[in-house]
């Protein structure tokens, strides 16, 4: 299954949100899984705007959607569980 990470990234360190998307996404392939992790996919000179338009492109390809504990806290989360939602996702949440 292809699983999209998704939680806070914005206003934390990139140390802390490397350590804990990598860390979920180490887990999430060692389960079998292919996982698209956002932090592989943007810059972090790009927008707030920039990285949203990318990421939501490669979560509509996914077939589910896992949802860190810190994802409510995230504008940016919340809009890609809402979108995963409406494309009837697969819902991940531990």
């Known amino acids: 299954m292809?699983?999209?990470?998704?939680?806070?990234?914005?206003?934390?360190?990139f140390q802390d949100v490397f350590i804990k998307f990598n860390a979920k996404e180490f887990e999430?392939?060692?389960?079998?899984h292919t996982v698209?992790?956002?932090?592989?996919?943007?810059s972090q000179s790009w927008s707030w705007e920039k990285c949203m338009k990318k990421c939501i492109e490669?979560?509509?390809?996914?077939?589910?959607?896992?949802?860190?504990?810190d994802w409510a806290e995230s504008r940016g989360a919340k809009l890609e569980y809402h979108i995963a939602q409406e494309l009837k996702l697969k819902l991940i949440i531990l």
Do not use: E, F, H, T
């Not at 698209?36 to 943007?42: A, D, E, S, T, Y």
């Open 2 to 13: 292809k699983v999209y990470l998704a939680g806070k990234i914005s206003g934390l360190s």
């Open 28 to 32: 999430l392939k060692r389960a079998g």
């Open 36 to 42: 698209v992790n956002p932090i592989r996919l943007v």
């Open 58 to 69: 490669q979560l509509a390809q996914c077939d589910a959607i896992y949802l860190l504990p």
